[in-house]
Nanobody
Framework: QVQLVESGGGLVQPGGSLRLSCAVSGSTSSIGSMGWYRQAPGKERELVALITSSASTNYADSVKGRFTISRDNAKNIVYLQMNSLKPEDTAVYYC?????????????WGQGTQVTVSS
């Protein structure tokens, strides 16, 4: 069974940094695009960053220049390096991946990790 497990969230002061990780476990044929989304209280889930299997990236305007998404295809891990964090970055962060298992392509989600930016 395929699972996505996030780690690295926590409490950080404004201007600080965190690195989130998301590891894919289970039997997979291939992993396509991976991404990070976030959901703040009372708001809809929004895209933060995407990375394709060929390492092309796309970012929400609100995080450009501050966040960097990367992936380790050998380890099936996607990372989100978050710098210059702001209180408005506070949210639950979810990783996401399009994964082919036994010829079936499906979108998988992690359980989420809380990021709180506060002094």
């Amino acid at each position: 069974q395929v699972q996505l497990v996030e780690s690295g969230g926590g409490l950080v002061q404004p201007g600080g940094s965190l690195r989130l990780s998301c590891a894919v476990s289970g039997s997979t044929s291939s992993i396509g695009s991976m991404g990070w989304y976030r959901q703040a209280p009372g708001k809809e889930r929004e895209l933060v960053a995407l990375i394709t299997s060929s390492a092309s990236t796309n970012y929400a305007d609100s995080v450009k220049g501050r966040f960097t998404i990367s992936r380790d295809n050998a380890k099936n891990i996607v990372y989100l390096q978050m710098n210059s964090l702001k209180p408005e970055d506070t949210a639950v962060y979810y990783c996401n991946a399009w994964i082919t298992v036994a010829s079936t392509l499906k979108r998988y989600w992690g359980q989420g990790t809380q990021v709180t930016v506060s002094s």
